[in-house]
């Protein structure tokens, strides 16, 4: 498809109902994944667009914020997170007109990591991450994964993706800018300058790096990492850093939304945060070109896949769990014992659903072992084990454990 702009974005009821009674809505994500699409739609409802990418826009707004803000009524402001003082001239006039819908911003960066901004707008401004496109939005679908899963029932497809078809899925990813290449090569020459962006121009926006060279060779350890537990001693020693440095880089990465930590699922909550996060990518795409994987290198290593497979789940969860209706944690499990699922989505009664993610269209009892480990020590908490698989059928494989195909993700 040449137009990516036309798929739809599931987020868009859940802005307007914010726009309906919170003064302040910020849309953040990742650069490029659509935020100033989404939110020019709404500009036409009578909200005047601004954007910060234009330098004299920028300048008024740095130079004067009370008086930039003071000009608008109800106002679009495009990557706030380059002027992030217009926000107290934003808290200013909204104390004195707490009118709904008054301002729509967009940030691709994580805002909310900032003291300023955290303490400015606490209770008058609402935050919605936006990603770049899930399977379900590009199938023109409109269903939850996580939603449907909770409430017992397993979506299904008409269009499933299997194979090689699978595969160049994930190397595609979500971006739209992406997802508009005719092919991998030139997919890859957009994912490359994309990051080039962030790194000679985003960064400076959020964080004071000495050495701004290091950080691709940087990005490039951490492509690596995917899927793995994050250790910041070792990852540092690699680079010739320390681990506090290590852990202040991959952070700068986190709030630019190119990677994010996930926390391990424990029955006792303080082991939550004693034990290691997991790191992963929010774009397959996007790691696949940082590793130069391609279709040829994926079929002749299907370890390789599996790692990438796990990355496109993990992005198609957390694509999910911002229009689901219900609020999810997404974590992991694993012990000391080895045993371990790759993903453990929880809501907040604190029921569970286990998620393996598997590169195959065959499974085995070894396949079940880290899912029947996290069942016996969530009891009634976990309501279903789910291996996601190559395949198009959803088969029960014991009490509470079943294999569901892949293209679920994006069924109804």
């Not at 809501?347 to 993610?357: H, P, Q, S, T």
Request: aromatic share 8%.
């Amino acid at each position: 498809m040449n137009n990516a702009s036309l798929y739809p974005r599931l987020l868009l009821t859940h802005v307007q109902e914010a726009l309906a009674d919170t003064p302040v809505v910020l849309i953040t994500g990742p650069r490029q994944a659509g935020k100033t699409t989404l939110v020019r739609q709404l500009a036409g409802t009578g909200m005047r667009y601004l954007t910060l990418d234009d330098n004299l826009t920028l300048l008024a707004a740095q130079q004067d914020p009370v008086g930039f803000i003071r000009t608008l009524d109800r106002a679009v402001i495009d990557e706030i997170q380059r002027a992030p003082q217009l926000l107290l001239a934003i808290k200013k006039t909204v104390d004195e007109d707490r009118r709904p819908g008054r301002f729509l911003l967009t940030g691709s960066a994580n805002l909310m990591t900032l003291p300023l901004v955290a303490d400015s707008l606490a209770g008058r401004m609402e935050t919605l991450p936006l990603y770049p496109f899930a399977q379900v939005e590009t199938h023109y679908q409109t269903s939850c994964w996580l939603d449907a899963i909770f409430a017992g029932n397993i979506p299904v497809t008409t269009q499933p993706l299997l194979g090689d078809d699978l595969i160049e899925a994930v190397l595609r990813g979500g971006y739209p800018e992406a997802l508009t290449r005719p092919n991998p090569r030139r997919r890859q020459a957009w994912h490359r300058q994309y990051l080039d962006a962030l790194i000679q121009r985003d960064v400076q926006d959020i964080a004071t790096i000495d050495k701004l060279g290091q950080l691709p060779l940087f990005l490039h350890a951490l492509a690596e990492m995917a899927g793995q537990l994050c250790n910041y001693s070792q990852l540092g020693a690699q680079m010739g850093m320390d681990a506090k440095t290590a852990n202040k880089y991959m952070g700068i990465f986190e709030q630019m939304y190119v990677l994010k930590r996930i926390p391990v699922w424990a029955n006792n909550r303080l082991k939550r945060v004693l034990k290691s996060p997991k790191l992963q990518f929010i774009d397959s795409g996007l790691l696949a070109s940082v590793r130069g994987l391609t279709v040829d290198s994926l079929k002749r290593d299907r370890t390789l896949f599996g790692a990438l497979l796990e990355t496109f789940v993990y992005a198609e969860l957390l694509k999910h769990s911002t229009w689901a209706q219900a609020d999810y944690q997404i974590l992991y499990y694993r012990d000391t014992d080895q045993y371990e699922v790759d993903f453990v989505v929880e809501n907040r009664a604190g029921e569970l659903i286990g998620v393996e993610v598997k590169a195959s269209a065959t499974l085995t009892e070894k396949d079940l072992r880290g899912l029947k480990r996290l069942a016996g020590l969530a009891g009634d908490a976990m309501t279903l084990g789910v291996i996601l698989y190559d395949g198009t059928e959803a088969l029960p494989l014991g009490e509470k454990l079943m294999a569901v195909p892949l293209s679920s993700l994006w069924g109804s």
